[in-house]
Each structure stands twice: as C-alpha cells, then as structure tokens.
C-alpha cells in the first residue's frame, strides 16, 4: 500500500527502507534536503514540504506515519498535516510521545474526522534487519486498515521457540505487533516497556560492578579475583536465566572494550523512564527497581549532588568530619 | 570418563542423565533409595553409600560431584568425602554455596592434596535438554582435567547468534562455560548472575504490575485500559529491547493463567541474592536496583511489617489519623 | 484583625481558636451546623453561608482562609469566594493544594483583582497549643498585611535553641512562619516538607523493625536478644544523633502499645509525597530515598501485588519452584 | 569512682572531661604523649603506658574504657588490657565495634572472670556540654556497678519534655542510658540508630536537593523560584513535623555557607551503615531507605560507575546513542 513518512531520520529512515522492501509506495518528507533525496535514490518518492507529500498520498485513505521526537516538533506537524488532509485520513504516531497526548490528539482530531494512531515502536538501529515490535493504539478500523504496513515492519514470526499454549496461525502478537488497545494504549504500552529496559540495564549495570569492583587493586589481595567480564556475559548467553538481548549487547560491548573506556558514564534518560513512575505513582503501584533506575541516571550526570554536600555539612555539624575527596 | 554424583534431585539427577546421553559412565548415591534405582535404570551405577560410590570410582585421579543444598549438608559431604578420597583426588561443589566458604574448604582440603571445584550450576528443570551454564572455580590443571564433563553439560554453542568480534573456533565461554578463577570465582559469578536474576525479574514484575492496574476498576473510567497482558509478553519477544528468557517464561505463565491465580506472591529469596548485596557493600558499589529487588521478597513473605505499624503510629501522633485497612 | 475561615475541622477549628486566643475577630463557615455552632459559642461569628461570611467581614480588604481538602472542593470555593470578592481581596488556601493549582489560581483571581496566597501548615492536631509552622507563597504586599494572622499561628521564637549566626530581633523564620516566593512557593516547600518527613518516618520505621526482629522467635537462640524498643526510642530522645518529633511520637506510641496491636499497619499517602517525586522527576533529582518511603506505603496497602505473583510464576517457570504462603 | 580511659581523641577526651566534672577519677592513657599531657594538665592522672594505666587503678574491681576506631586496634588493645587484668575486672568498648565481635570477645574474656561491657556512644563532638547518649550491653552486675559513670557521661533528664505515660522517678533511658541487653545489645543498638541517621540525613539531602534545583538557571523561568533554604531549614525548626536535631545542623550550615561550597560531596561511611544493611537481611527485613541512603554515599566517591558506563554501552548498542558529558 501507500505511506507517507515524515522524520528520515535513524528511525524514520530505516522503517522507510523495510517497507519498500516489502514492496509499499513511500512518499517522504523530511526539513533535511540530502536525508530525502537519498531516500528518493532508494526508490522513494521524496515531497519537499508536507503539502506536497500530503497531495503525493493518491490512495484514500491517506495515511501518514510521523516519525519525530517527542514533544513541541511531533505536536505542531501532527496539527500542520491535519489540516492539510480529511475525514478518514489517517495519522500516525510512530514516535515516543506521551500517551496522554495521545489521549488529547486523538479527541482533537477526531472532531475534523481524520483518524489519529499511537505507535510505540522498539527496534532501535537493528529495526531494518531484526524488523519493529509495534504496539499499536487507536480505533479499530484505522489499526486494521493499516495492517499491511504493520506486517511489513514486524519481524514476523522467525526462529524464536513458540511459546507453549500457543497454537494455529500465529497470531498478530507473535509476529511483533499487536493492538493494545484504544488511543493512547500503543504509548503506554510502550512507555512500560522502557521503563522495563531501565529496570533491566541496571540490574546487568550493578552486576558487572560488583564484578569488576572484584578485581580491583583497592581490595585486600586475597580478597582479589581476575575476572574477565567479557567471557562472563558471554556464557551467560547460553543455557542461564539472565539471557537476554540486553546481555548481549553487553557481551559485545565488553569484547570489544573491557574497561567501556569509549563511554563516559553520562546517562541519559527520556520520557518514557520518567512517565512510567508517574504512572506507577496515579496507579499507586510500587516501583522501587525501575524509580532506582531513573535515579541512577539523574545521578550519573552531575559530579556531586547538592544533596551530597548537604551530607557533609550534617557530619561535620554533629562530628567534626571535614570531607574531602580521596586523592 | 567416569563420575560420580551425590545428590540426585532435580538438578542432580538431570546432570546424571545428561552425562549419560554424552557417554560418560556415572556412579551415583542419594540418600532416597528409590532416586538412585530410578537412574541405576537408566544406566547409572547406583552406590548405597558414600563409600561404595568412592569404591566404585576406577579412574585416578577421582572425581565428584556433590549436588546439595547449600550449608551444613554440603560442608558434611565434602568432609566426608575427603576423608575416603586421596591426593589428586577431585571434589566438584555444583550447588549453590557461598564463595568464601569455598574458599575455606578448598585450603582445607589442599592440606590433604585434594582439589576442590566450585562451579556455579545455572539452568534449572531445563538444563537437560537444554545444556548447563557452568560457571567453574579452583585450580587450572583439576578444572582442565574435568573438560569432558563441562562440555557434556554445557549448552554447547547451539543456534545463539555470534557476538560481533568472536571469531575462530568457539571458546568455552561460547559453548557455555568458563573457568572464572580460583576457588571461589565459579560460586562469585554465579552469586552475582542471581543477583542481576532478582533484578530483572523484579523490572519485569513492576512493569506488569503497572500495565495491570491500568485495567483496574479503582481507576476513573477515561483513564481505564483493558490491556492483554499476554499479548503485550508476547508481541515483545520479537524485536524489542526486552527480550529474555525471563519474559518468555513470563509470556508463557500469563497465557496459561492471565491474573496468575495459581501464584499466591509469597516469594522465597535464597543466598545467592542476599550475598550479592553483601558483596556490594564490602566493595561498596552502589546496588540499588538489586538490593531493592531482595527487599521486595522479603516484603512479599509478611501481611504488614512492624515498620508499617509504626508508620501508621506516628501518623496518629502527629495527624490524628487512625488507619484501618481498606474494606 | 479581621478574618474569614471556611472548614473547620481539625486543622480549620484550632486556626480559629488559636486566632481568637489571639484576638482577632473570625468570621466562620462549615457546611455542618453544629461545628460552626461550636465555634460560635468560644466567640467566633458563624455564618450559614458563603455569601454571608464574606457579607460578615468588614474590613477592606477582606481577607478570607481557606482550609479544606486539597482538590475540588477547595478548587470550587475558591472560585464561589472569588465571585462574592472584590478587587483588592485576599483568598488564603491553607490546605494542601498542589503548587501547580496555586500557579493557575493565582493567575485566574488576579485577572479580576483578587489576591490568591497559599500557606503550607504544619502543625497538625498540635498545632493549637505548639503553634503552625507555615510557608506562605504570594504577593508580597498581600502577604505583609496578614502578617498579625500569621504572627498569631506560628509557634513563635519559643525554647528552641538558637541557631548559630542567627543575631539580633528573631526573624519570622526564626518565629515560625516565612514569605518563601511568589505564588506556589508555600504549597512547594510545603510539599517538599512532608516529602521529606516520608522519609524520616520510613527510616525510624526500617530501623526498628530490624530491632524488633532481633527479638523474634523466628531467629536461632544465640542470635535473638531481648531489646525494649519503647526505652531505645526513649533514650534516644536525649543526646543522640536522631532526636527528633518523630521519635518522641515513637517513643509515646511504643510506651503506650510495644506491639503496636492498634493499627493495622495500612499507611495512607496524601498527595505531596506523590507531587515530591514528581518535582524530582521534572528536575532530574535523585530522590532513592523519598520514592521508596512512598513505594513502602503504597505497598502497605496490598497483601499481594500482581508483580510478586509474576516472581513466583517466572520462579516456577525456570526452577519448578511452585510458591505457597508459610504456614 | 575511678575509671581507666585508652584513646583520648575527640570522643574519649571529652568523656574524661566530663567524667572529671563529675567528680570521678580518671587515669588516661593515649599513644600520643602531648595528648594525655593535656588531660593530665586538667586533673586526669595520665598513664604512659597500659601497664602503668592499669596499675594506676586503685578500686577493685578495675574498670578501664576503651574509646579507639573499631577494628585491629579495638582488638588488640582489649586482648593487651585483658591480660593485664584479673578475674572481675571490667573492660568497656565504648566505640563502634561490631556486635558480634563483642560476642566473640565477651565469650572469651569471660574464660579469665574479666567482664566486657559494649557501650554504644552517641554525642559526638557535642557531648562534652550536651552529654552522652549510651546504649550498653553486658553482664547485669558489671552495667550496675558502673552506674556512676553511665550518669555521669549520659544527658539526664534536661528539659526534654516528657513522653505521655513515663511517670514517677526518670527511668534511666529518661537520663539518656539503657542497659539494652546482653553482651553485643549496645553496640546491635547503636549500629542500627546510625542506620536510621543515614536514612534521615538522606531525606534531608534529597529534600534539599529538590528545593535548590528548583532555583536552578537550567528550568524555564516560569517554573524557576528563589527559595532561601536557609529560612526553610529554620521555620522547619518550630512546629513542622520534621523537627530534629539534623535539621538543627543543616540550619546553622546553610546560614553559614548557603551553597554549601566548603563542603565536597564526598561522604564517607561507617560500619554501622554497612551492618545494619546486614542485619537487615539476616533477619528478612525490607530496608530499602537504609540501603538506598549507604549505596547514595557509595556513589558520592566516585566520579562514575563502570555500571554508568555499560548503561551507555548498551544504550550505543541498541540505539546507537554515543554518550558524552554536558558541557
């Protein structure tokens, strides 16, 4: 069928090639002249302004895949393309906006017809080969209408083990997307599934630590060992509970640099790690791992926190303690 | 070669069997006579005693492995094995012990010319079919010694997508195994695979627990979901960040029970979980997301901690409030 | 002077009294008869009515407090208020709004003259004989003029040590009560204030649950102590590092009732303690500690979450560990 | 009565001073000669070494305090005194030693007759004037006869107020002491009321943190305030719930140096931190705030974590985010 697509950037780019790919017409947009032109080399139609990919779009409905950061740029395209299109047209939002704009999109738009679609989209820089999880929010009709891009981007079935009690056609969860539900629930699912991630980082994050806090020379000798972390995350990637895709990202992180010298330690974090504990805390549903998570980014990006020395001042108020650093 | 095993459960009994299908010749004794017949069936050699299973071991040097809990009844049989056995002889721990107590008893036991093995054993009721993750401590030439064993068990390579930068003839660590360090290491890093186990279990927990209560009826009606939990296990099993062994356990339980009725959410902790934080504090690493995984367990074990009363009793002090639970 | 007041219950009963004893004239409004009759007869002026309490005040400019449950209910009659008021009039909300509602209040109320203060108030079911400590956002000339309503609430400099550097006539801050910004800024310190105190309740809470589990049964004999947790919290109160108000409710709590058999060990949350770490969160603070004394309370209030059961199902999911309560 | 003192730092000088106030007889000893001079200057009898200490002391049965940091010195000290001493005789640990060190320690002194009296000592640099908060453990004859002392170092009464239902004469934990059990209650005590100060310092700190980001040039002007945390600390002082001694301390600091530019941020930690996390899981009991508080002063000494780094490894790995420092 026929998209149009607006952001080519990593993402946006590479969703682009996998759906030409499978076949489908994409007409695309992006500020960036060489990001679109070189898409165009590629085989897509490239629009220089979003009236022109909104007048390239010949089939109806037209449908349009907005795939920007969060925010202020995502809000005002989403607007501009509204009003070039009409009732039955469909939007959607394959970013990772805030589900409660979501929410407040979809009701705004529904009000001029056009049909406004929630999609949280994991894959990352691997997406174009391994294909996107997708968890869709929306109406039902626009989700289905748009099933053949959605087909096209999973990565299908493939060669993980079926999960027992699942029989016949595989079904749409297992082939990597799935209608979570109204709009909104493609975000939110989504959001989850970051904080999730954060959660499982720094479980792998403090673990490694430890280990290699073990073979430090700031240890007793005895108390000493010489592990080598990256041949423990390798065979944990076989036969151990703790295998995951994360772990091995670890594992070639680790073969490649052992001692991570080519990263700072600055974390960053994004929405959806901070949303998640909003969530947890309307829900009131405890969250220690994955608040700890975010905290432990907040913390990895300042030197000392004012809080620290606030520490300090309390100790040397009731014990004359005068902290400085270790030299 | 030949081995011999103590302790049949499970975990013992499956290794026997798997150490069987590769060939191997296994002596074996459990204290349940109907356990060491059952596998004397399937081609053990069944001892009724720890003598006779020394006895029975014709190939010096000596080796075996002892699959017991961790604590007293381990420390018993190692002692009491050392006493039959002679120099150059080999003991392998494959429970779950604590690494300073491996460090212990292989000093002990070096007086006499005994090798002691400490191997982290991960797997679980899959690990017949699908392979051990071994994690291996003590001295190089008795671990070396042992490789047929260690590779029977293992995974083996299996169809795990290479890590980029490994090349040539796949390591250990690739098949599944390593030889971590000296005595003690084995048990080290399999304390701390445990570790980073109970936190990404608990990441798991958290974001499922969130996800769920979105489709609870305490919550207004315009910000209720109706999410399939299922599913959303499902669909990210392909493509997402997340992806683990963990989730497809857990896409697999939500199936066959969606609100997990058949879980009471009383949660045991073992050791290992509880070493790992103690193993962060002596190298005073911060381990947040760990520790708060274990605490969550421990939580999970009463109705209302003392802690909680006391939180209610200041909050009567100071408000006046007097908390009852909810109806 | 002169003030109206609107709620009075605990907190809105003894603000009047305190103002009374203080002799400033209250005009006063409960929507239940016999509370502000109540107040009627130790001299206050009751009015059955909104219109009549504003009717009731008559100096310019009036100035009424409101002290009622954060949300609607004060968010609608701030608004009745407003449109009985005239320009020049001061609206006080005492309560425990959120600081983002104060920011939009103010803004509302301004357009037509009137001048919104908010007061955070501490104090509780003391606070008519130890006085209110009280953070106050607003214009400052607004806030000036009931500078006699707050010198009357606040404790006053009383038998607290002064702090070093602290010289000459004592400050308001030193008298229990400060202008800390524009408005919102009550609420926000406010906010901040009971945050905090989460914290240090859930700290005295952990702290003496482990001291009254060294006294359990549970524990081997040579392990088990007898500790008298009522005499620690009392010999604390004297000298140590963590004299506290908290302790001393502690201290009286555990005198009263060892067990703590009179609560239920269920701990409500009320919303600062939430809005603290949504204010970390929006400032990328790592708030560990103020996050998890919110995530104690949430889970206080379950007997299982949904997550622990998936513990227990991916448990048994990869070691057949099938988990039932202790018996 | 009389009383041997080893270690004459901050603590142990201060204690012989106001034991000297007290009337009693203090023969002193420290490695450091100009140190014991200067006791000897204000009226203790000054032993230059333990052999001359312990035969300075004229009253049967001998009591000598050790005041030295936990630890090798601790023991050795003990274990010199001890053979120095005969059947009777008293030796107090008046430092932080690990409780279950005084049980090891109790047990084999009493082999000789000699009592070991463990007394955990708060106060610190304050204690001279403000007096001792102690919380001993030992033999009942051994805490009784050393009455004199207890009273003499403890705060007594003062002007305190008194908790609701204590009546009649002051209990001794209304002085400011408690015999809290056998040998190793004082010091499991005081180890877990620093547990419980670093909760609370670490819900200042993050409190504070809060309210100073909230000023911060990197938030939009509409949100930014221009709080004054040292009149926040202060009006805290009078009637809030969070009154305390620690909130005494960071009041005074924040009025001296509001940013707190004297002080690094790099927090150092004690034992009894570590141990009471210790306790905690042996006994099963959730300590989220106490471990969060230790592993936050864990991370105020280093610049980043490797678990930072492997953060950002992983988040390169799978979406090829290359992280690097603000500038």
Redesign the interface.
């Known amino acids: 069928m026929e998209l149009g697509l607006i952001g080519l950037g990593?993402m946006g780019g590479n969703i682009t090639r996998r759906l030409m790919r499978a076949g489908h017409r994409c007409v695309v947009f992006d500020t960036k002249t060489e990001t679109r032109e070189a898409l165009a080399k590629e085989g897509a139609s490239a629009a220089d302004s979003l009236e022109r990919l909104v007048a390239g779009l010949k089939q109806k409905p037209r449908a349009v895949w907005v795939m920007l950061p969060a925010g202020k740029i995502t809000e005002d395209t989403v607007n501009r393309l509204a009003a070039l299109m009409e009732a039955g047209d469909i939007i959607i939002d394959g970013g990772n906006s805030y589900y409660k704009d979501d929410l407040r999109r979809a009701k705004e738009l529904s009000a001029k017809g056009i049909r406004y679609v929630d999609c949280g989209t994991?894959?990352?820089?691997?997406?174009l080969d391994?294909?996107?999880?997708?968890?869709i929010g929306g109406e039902k009709a626009a989700v289905e209408h748009l099933d053949p891009i959605w087909s096209a981007l999973?990565?299908?079935?493939?060669?993980?083990?079926r999960?027992?009690?699942?029989e016949g056609e595989p079904?749409?969860?297992?082939?990597?997307?799935?209608h979570?539900?109204?709009s909104?629930?493609g975000h939110?699912?989504k959001m989850?599934?970051?904080?999730?991630?954060?959660?499982?980082?720094?479980?792998?994050?403090?673990?490694?630590?430890?280990?290699?806090?073990?073979n430090?020379k700031e240890?007793p000798e005895a108390?000493r060992?010489?592990?080598?972390l990256s041949?423990?995350a390798?065979?944990?990637?076989?036969?151990?509970?703790?295998?995951?895709?994360?772990?091995?990202?670890?594992?070639?992180?680790?073969?490649?640099?052992p001692a991570?010298e080519?990263?700072?330690?600055?974390?960053?974090?994004s929405g959806e790690g901070?949303w998640?504990?909003?969530?947890?805390?309307?829900?009131?549903?405890?969250?220690?791992?994955?608040?700890?998570?975010?905290?432990?980014?907040?913390?990895?990006?300042q030197?000392?926190?004012?809080?620290?020395?606030?520490?300090?001042?309390?100790?040397?108020?009731?014990?004359?303690?005068l902290?400085?650093?270790?030299k």
């Open positions: 990593n994991s894959g990352g820089v691997w997406g391994r294909g996107y999880c997708m968890m999973a990565p299908g079935i493939g060669d993980v083990a999960t027992l009690g699942r079904s749409q969860a297992e082939r990597g997307y799935i979570a539900g109204p909104g629930a939110f699912v989850i599934h970051n904080g999730i991630e954060y959660g499982m980082m720094q479980a792998f994050a403090e673990g490694f630590d430890i280990l290699r806090q073990k430090s240890l108390e060992m010489d592990l080598n041949d423990i390798e065979v944990w990637r076989r036969g151990s509970v703790v295998t995951s895709w994360l772990l091995d990202l670890s594992a070639a992180a680790l073969l490649k640099d991570l080519g990263f700072s330690g600055f974390v960053q974090d901070r998640t504990i909003e969530a947890a805390i309307e829900e009131a549903v405890p969250a220690e791992v994955l608040a700890a998570s975010l905290f432990a980014r907040f913390r990895s990006r030197e000392h926190t004012f809080g620290e020395k606030l520490l300090s001042a309390m100790r040397f108020g009731f014990g004359g303690h902290e400085r650093p270790k």
